[in-house]
C-alpha cells in the first residue's frame, strides 16, 4: 500500500518495488560475518504500522552507511533492492517474504519530519524492542494458561 510522498508500507514490498520510500526504525542491527570473515551489516526494520523486515548491506558497502545507521533512529530509505528472504539464514524472527538490500544507489536521510510519519508513540518503541526478543515458546506458554 502507498501512502503519502510514494512512502509505501513494509508488507506492500515485494519484487515490483523499484524506486519506493520506506520510513522506519532500526529496531536491531549488528556486524555479521561471512564465511571468508568479511564484515557486513545485518538489520530488523520497523514501520509505522508495526511492519518488520530484514535489511543487509554487503562488506563492499558497510563502509558507506555504518556512519547513517544507529539502533533506534527513524531513517527515510530509497533505491534498495529487494531479495528473497533466506529463512534458515535469519538471525531474527521476521514474517517476510523478502528482506532488503542496501547498494551504491540507495539512499539514506534521516527525515526533519519523521514525526508527521511516525505514529507509533516513542514511549512503545521500548516495549516493542522488549517483545521482540521474547521467545516464541514462552507466548505459547502464556496462551495454555
Known sequence: MTTRNGIIQINSIDKKTWNKRVVVRILRLWVQKDLTGREGLEMILIDEWGNQIQASVSFGNK????????????????????????????????????????????????????????????????????LHTIPLSFWMFLGRL
Open 63 to 130: 563502509r558507506k552507511f555504518m556512519p547513517l545507521l544507529r539502533e533506534g533512529d527513524i531513517n527515510m530509505i530509497q533505491n534498495f533492492q529487494v531479495m528473497d528472504n533466506k529463512p534458515n539464514f535469519q538471525m531474527a524472527k521476521v514474517d517476510h517474504l523478502y528482506m532488503l538490500g542496501f547498494g551504491l544507489a540507495t539512499q539514506i536521510e534521516q527525515p526533519d519530519e519523521a514525526s508527521k510519519f511516525w505514529k507509533m508513540d516513542l514511549i512503545l518503541f521500548p516495549l516493542q524492542i522488549f
